[in-house]
């Protein structure tokens, strides 16, 4: 979740949102964008949950859900209707590689990856920050964002759940970038993670928690 003036966005919904915005006092409306980077389940299985409150309780809630393949906007709102609801109309958009949002305060870019047929990364501006979130790679040698390569970043979000995180070494090594965050990672992953950490010493590499907030 990304907070700027207010206003919230999402990417990826792998877990009910709603539950930890009402918990954390967060206004569901204040949602103003969610940006999917893959349709797997575990990048997507809370938005089912987002949707069906948006369609008949949380009514005020007007986000942009962007999403690589809008197939699943067909199979959320069957969803919906088999619970006998009603799906609402929301703004749909499918992602494409690009600019695919810009509100004036956030601006996203889409950078398609190799993880499956249709997935991406988002390169995110704002408040003269710039963040990558890599999303689920193939492998850093096979997809890793060349764009972080050029332009200096605030913060760079990288999975590793499908490799070990000592293969960002070298793509790492070639990036201005204040701060790595490693998220989505298995245990086994961890000391790998730490070995990554120990050999880019120029740059603080972290491990992502729930709960974890980075003020930029």
Same mark, same amino acid.
């Given at each position: 979740?990304?907070?700027?003036?207010?206003?919230?966005?999402?990417?990826?919904?792998?877990? &009910?949102?709603?539950?930890?915005?009402?918990?954390?006092?967060?206004?569901?409306?204040?949602?103003?964008?969610?940006?999917?980077?893959?349709?797997?389940?575990?990048?997507?299985?809370?938005?089912?949950?987002?949707?069906?409150?948006?369609?008949?309780?949380?009514?005020?809630?007007?986000?942009?859900?962007?999403?690589?393949?809008?197939?699943?906007?067909?199979?959320?709102?069957?969803?919906?209707?088999?619970? $006998?609801?009603?799906?609402?109309?929301?703004?749909?958009?499918?992602?494409?590689?690009?600019?695919?949002?810009?509100?004036?305060?956030?601006?996203?870019?889409?950078?398609?990856?190799?993880?499956?047929?249709?997935?991406?990364?988002?390169?995110?501006?704002?408040?003269?920050?710039?963040?990558?979130?890599?999303?689920?790679?193939?492998?850093?040698?096979?997809?890793? &964002?060349?764009?972080?390569?050029?332009?200096?970043?605030?913060?760079?979000?990288?999975?590793?759940?499908?490799?070990?995180?000592?293969?960002?070494?070298?793509?790492?090594?070639?990036?201005?970038?204040?701060?790595?965050?490693?998220?989505?990672? $298995?245990? $086994?992953?961890?000391?790998?993670?730490? $070995?990554?950490?120990?050999?880019?010493?120029?740059?603080?590499?972290?491990?992502?928690?729930?709960?974890?907030?980075?003020?930029?």
């Amino acid at each position: 979740m990304i907070e700027i003036s207010g206003r919230y966005y999402f990417i990826d919904m792998g877990t &009910p949102p709603i539950d930890h915005l009402v918990t954390a006092g967060i206004p569901v409306d204040a949602v103003k964008g969610v940006f999917i980077t893959h349709m797997h389940g575990d990048h997507t299985n809370g938005l089912v949950s987002f949707v069906d409150l948006l369609s008949w309780y949380f009514k005020s809630a007007d986000p942009v859900i962007c999403l690589p393949d809008l197939e699943g906007v067909i199979a959320i709102e069957n969803w919906i209707k088999a619970t $006998q609801s009603t799906p609402r109309a929301l703004r749909y958009k499918e992602v494409r590689e690009g600019e695919i949002f810009d509100d004036g305060f956030l601006k996203v870019t889409a950078i398609p990856t190799r993880h499956i047929e249709s997935s991406f990364a988002f390169f995110l501006e704002a408040e003269g920050k710039i963040m990558l979130f890599t999303g689920d790679l193939k492998h850093p040698d096979r997809d890793f &964002p060349a764009i972080v390569k050029e332009r200096e970043t605030d913060l760079l979000v990288c999975e590793s759940a499908h490799f070990n995180a000592i293969d960002y070494l070298p793509h790492l090594q070639a990036c201005k970038t204040k701060l790595v965050i490693i998220n989505h990672y $298995q245990v $086994q992953m961890i000391p790998s993670i730490l $070995q990554l950490a120990a050999q880019i010493a120029k740059t603080p590499v972290r491990m992502a928690y729930d709960g974890t907030e980075i003020v930029l």
